[in-house]
């Protein structure tokens, strides 16, 4: 059993063709379907259905297929640590975000992060942070940037404060509480909100403060992307409450304090088990005494 015969099976797993599998192994497809008969062969049971049209996994290439891919992630993860011995960094860097980082500049310090190690493979996820939370606790995510209330902690990995942002209301420009110097939660009580989907952790800031307050409000939409909630606060649809530097992205809305408003707090998260040599340096570059500013 060869590693080339792991990973060309694991591609027609991915791409259920046997055809598109050889172009992302840049490999002849008739010498790919060949490897995987010698593989199906050793080791004495089919792995995929084949038709002319379809390629399914079988029972026994569903049981082979997690194995597989983890022998494939040992093997490139022996030749970076390899690397990492003699100062050169090389293999993956998988980094998760929610859309409403404010308090450091990604794409700047991956931008840093390339030009000192070229040699990483660099993926970029945008999701939840109760869920990318999950994923760098279980290994699927080498670091996150996420977003929580106050006193919010996720288990399971390494955390980093990098800011905390005092949520601001988002307002409609002829609101009528645009044109004052500070709201509370009250003056917001009897609006319609526009905020992220119930039970995230973007939501959770906002429902936890009026629900402390002892107030109830109303979110008539609930949507994942803050630009689309900026703008549905500028067609006067809704109000929302979202930090500063994030309704500065609209120059439709006008944005208030709230004297009693919700903060929410950025970290950077990781796994402190076994982390590989790219997240190290990933670390090793934001904890730089030398880094510059990097939120923008």
Known sequence: MELRQLRYAVAVADTRSFTRAAAQCYVAQSALSQQVKNLERELGVALFARTSRRVELTPAGHAFLPAARQCLEAAERAVTDAAAAVGEVRGRLAVGMIPTVVALDLPAVLQRFREHHPQVRVSLRVGSSDVMAREVAAGGL???????????????????????????????????????????????????????????????????????AGLEREVAYEVSSPELMLGLVGQGLAVALLAEEIAARSRAVRTVPVGDGPVRVEYLAWSGFNPSPATRAFLALLEAPSAPDLTG
């Not at 988002?170 to 989907?197: Q, S, T, Y």
């Open 142 to 212: 080498d670091v996150a940037l996420l977003g929580l209330r106050e006193g919010v902690r996720p288990r399971g990995v390494e955390l980093r404060e990098l800011g905390r942002q005092a949520l601001v209301a988002v307002l409609p420009p002829d609101h009528g509480l645009a044109g004052r110097k500070r709201v509370w939660l009250r003056d917001l009580a009897g609006e319609v909100f526009a905020d992220f989907p119930a039970d995230s952790s973007g939501r959770a800031q906002s429902d936890h403060a009026f629900a402390a």
